[in-house]
């Protein structure tokens, strides 16, 4: 049986059209989750909820438990999870409201939880990370953005930074030389830990901004925030598309 959960970032606290049937208060090996998890229904489906940066409270990114996150999705049936990332555009064509599927990832972050191997199973945990997110789930979200008549960008480079500070210019301009399309700070260690999991794991990025150094304006909250409330309906419609897809 496949069981598909979210994870909202900022912006994404909730999930339209989900009607909560249960909350489930999980414990795990590695503390708590950033929030109970909200158990629903969309349409025939049982959808799992959970705000990566707690609610109301906001946990930073490089506070996020993302082991107890995706320990406690994958304890409640989890098969299937599709991490939200508020993102800033480094390519030209990731401009702000852009949504965008990366297909690779570029991890800058460091002195996170980043995964289950503790050195005590006997085994070592040298997962294939080759393509970062899982293929068909990906294409099972490309393709609710096809019905569902969504403009994203079917491929991209998310580039993670430590934060919660931005970049400078100079790193932007770094990551644009290695290749990144955009960046975030919440992109890892989410599908790592999925992949040692063996949850399949993808993600919806939804620029906000213009990367450091990309624009004249000065980046500020209140312009990110304004870009998500905008855009935070069409990623909510193209997550309900995927929920309401016939595989779950
Ligand atoms: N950099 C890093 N993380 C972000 C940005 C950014 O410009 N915008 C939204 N999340």
């Known amino acids: 049986m496949s069981a598909l959960a979210v994870i909202g970032g900022t912006g994404v606290d909730r999930l339209g059209g989900l009607d909560i049937v ?10 708590e989750p950033s929030q109970v998890v909200q158990e629903g229904r969309l349409g025939d489906t049982t959808i799992f909820f959970l705000h990566r940066h707690g609610s109301p409270r906001a946990i930073p990114p490089h506070r996020v438990n993302y082991r107890a996150n995706l320990w406690a999705l994958q304890q409640l049936g989890a098969t299937h999870i599709i991490g939200i990332n508020a993102v800033g555009g480094i390519a030209p064509s990731m ?13 800058y972050t460091w002195g996170r939880e980043h995964t289950y191997d503790t050195g005590e199973s006997g085994e070592l945990m040298h997962i294939d990370f080759t393509e970062p997110y899982d293929a068909a789930l990906r294409n099972a979200v490309l393709e ?13 480079v998310h580039g993670v ?8 210019a100079a790193e932007i301009r770094r990551m644009a030389s ?12 989410e599908a790592s830990l999925a992949r040692e999991l063996g949850v399949a794991y993808a993600s919806i990025c939804m620029v906000v901004n213009a990367a450091a150094g990309l624009d004249d304006k000065p980046l500020t909250l209140d312009m990110m925030r304004a870009t998500l409330e905008r855009e935070a309906d069409v990623v909510a419609s193209l997550v309900e598309g995927l929920c309401r897809s016939s595989r779950w």
């Open 22 to 31: 249960t909350r489930h208060a999980v414990d795990t090996p590695f503390g």
């Open 95 to 107: 401009p702000p409201g852009r949504l965008v599927i990366p297909d690779q990832v570029i991890d």
């Open 144 to 156: 609710a953005a096809d019905r569902g008549d969504i403009a994203c960008a079917r491929a991209g």
């Open 161 to 168: 930074t430590q934060g919660p500070r931005l970049e400078t």
């Open 178 to 189: 290695d290749g990144c399309d955009v960046v975030g700070m919440t992109g890892m260690p």
